[in-house]
């Protein structure tokens, strides 16, 4: 049996139509393959101080976030991430200039191009300047609520500036993130 002949156009459709076949496999059964690697080098960036040359800003956007632990509030001091030790007189990409009255902590999020900021990045700051371990023990569990709903893929992806990030926790059963608009 001899195959027909095809067309240079009828060629290029069918390679368009295995490679979009293709495409639609990936997204659908391994759907994490597209997802960006979070930039964890962000907790050790740093704006200007003394060691540090200016590299500028092209991403600023401000988070709020809350943590609670055991029902209690953790109190984000005013200035983390600022004029810490490897950035003196600078600030990390991501810090605290004050703290609000509202229990909700506004981050500034700083960097020279466009990355994705973990949230965890910022504990690793916090947890520089005496802040609680909050990735501690094997014994906590985690999970990420936003709006109710388990999802650990936002995690990692940037906030935006009007997002209000809120970490709780019970003693072995972490609620590590809830955003509400």
Not at 77 to 103: F, K, L
Request: glycine share 8%; net charge negative.
């Amino acid at each position: 049996m001899q195959m027909p002949s095809l067309s240079t156009e009828q060629w290029l459709i069918s390679i368009a139509a295995v490679f979009t076949a293709g495409f639609f496999a990936v997204a659908i059964y391994q759907p994490g393959v597209f997802d960006p690697e979070p930039d964890w080098d962000v907790s050790d960036g740093c704006l200007g101080g003394l060691d540090h040359a200016d590299v500028g800003i092209s991403e600023h956007y401000h988070p709020n976030l809350k943590v609670i632990v055991d029902g209690q509030q953790l109190p984000i001091d005013p200035n983390t991430g600022i004029d810490q030790t490897g950035c003196r007189e600078g600030m990390r990409w991501i810090h605290v200039h004050d703290a609000s009255d509202s229990g909700f902590t506004r981050l500034h999020i700083e960097t020279p191009s466009k990355m994705n900021v973990p949230l965890g990045a910022f504990f690793e700051i916090w947890d520089r300047q005496g802040g609680p371990k909050l990735m501690g023990p094997d014994d906590k569990t985690f999970d990420v609520n936003r709006n109710g709903v388990s999802d650990w893929e936002n995690l990692t992806y940037p906030s935006q500036s009007t997002e209000k990030a809120m970490t709780s926790s019970k003693s072995t059963s972490w609620k590590t993130m809830t955003t509400s608009s």
